[in-house]
């Protein structure tokens, strides 16, 4: 099964930049990686995904290894509301259906 | 408004009493899903449509069973409730039109079965 590997925490302050990490070395070529962070009492968000360039958006940016074997959230400049836990994931085709895999997510904590 | 509606937001059952729970989607997405996430662990996937007559079991089925009674509503159902069912159940929506398929969660249902 494609799966992924992160930091069960991390911690960080406000206002400065945070990378998480996330390994999935048995990715294959046509797997997506998705990064969905969760807030508490809330469903999952969509964050960012990426096939093998690095991405940016408003809310971050997503570093793809040249191997595609790890990756990295950047939150340039967090904040407190960005205090969440972070899905690394890999959407996947399983028998022509595509699907996340979920992992057990790193939970961010930001320090004022 | 949500776009993602769950009801009940919370229900707390007996041990085999049959629960429904219930999703509709206001984003016209043809896809939806059903996961369920336990205290500490990420999300796994019980079932899923990709249209209203495409039903298919993910990774967790057993002791569940879903109906797609339109597009835009999709419902879980725990037949004989048990204790190991207590959890919190999201149901998600993704359009197989977009680009990358990002999926939306609403905002969750909490089962206890006591």
């Known amino acids: 099964d494609a799966k992924t590997t992160q930091p069960n925490s991390m911690e960080s302050n406000e206002e400065e930049p945070v990378h998480l990490p996330c390994n999935h070395s048995t990715i294959s070529g046509t797997d997506y990686i998705h990064w969905y962070r969760q807030l508490p009492s809330q469903g999952p968000e969509y964050v960012i995904h990426?096939?093998?360039s690095n991405v940016n958006n408003r809310m971050a940016s997503l570093a793809i290894a040249e191997d595609r074997k790890s990756s990295t959230l950047i939150l340039h400049r967090a904040t407190l509301r960005d205090a969440a836990v972070y899905y690394c994931?890999?959407?996947?085709?399983?028998?022509?259906?595509?699907?996340?895999?979920f992992g057990q997510g790193t939970r961010l904590t930001i320090n004022p | 408004d949500a776009d993602v509606t769950q009801t009940p937001r919370n229900r707390i059952t007996k041990t085999g009493k049959r629960i429904m729970l219930e999703c509709s989607q206001t984003k016209g997405h043809d896809r939806m899903y059903w996961y369920r996430q336990d205290p500490g662990l990420g999300l796994r996937l019980i079932y899923y449509s990709f249209d209203v007559k495409d039903i298919n079991k993910g990774e967790i089925s057993d002791g569940y069973s879903v109906s797609r009674q339109a597009q835009a509503k999709f419902s879980l159902s725990l037949e004989s409730a048990i204790p190991n069912q207590t959890a919190l159940y999201f149901c998600?929506?993704?359009?197989?039109?977009?680009?990358?398929?990002?999926?939306?969660f609403g905002e969750g249902s909490w089962l206890t079965v006591v």
């Open positions: 998600a929506t993704s359009d197989s039109r977009g680009a990358g398929n990002t999926i939306y």
């Open positions: 990426g096939l093998t």
């Open positions: 994931i890999l959407r996947v085709i399983i028998q022509g259906a595509q699907k996340l895999v």
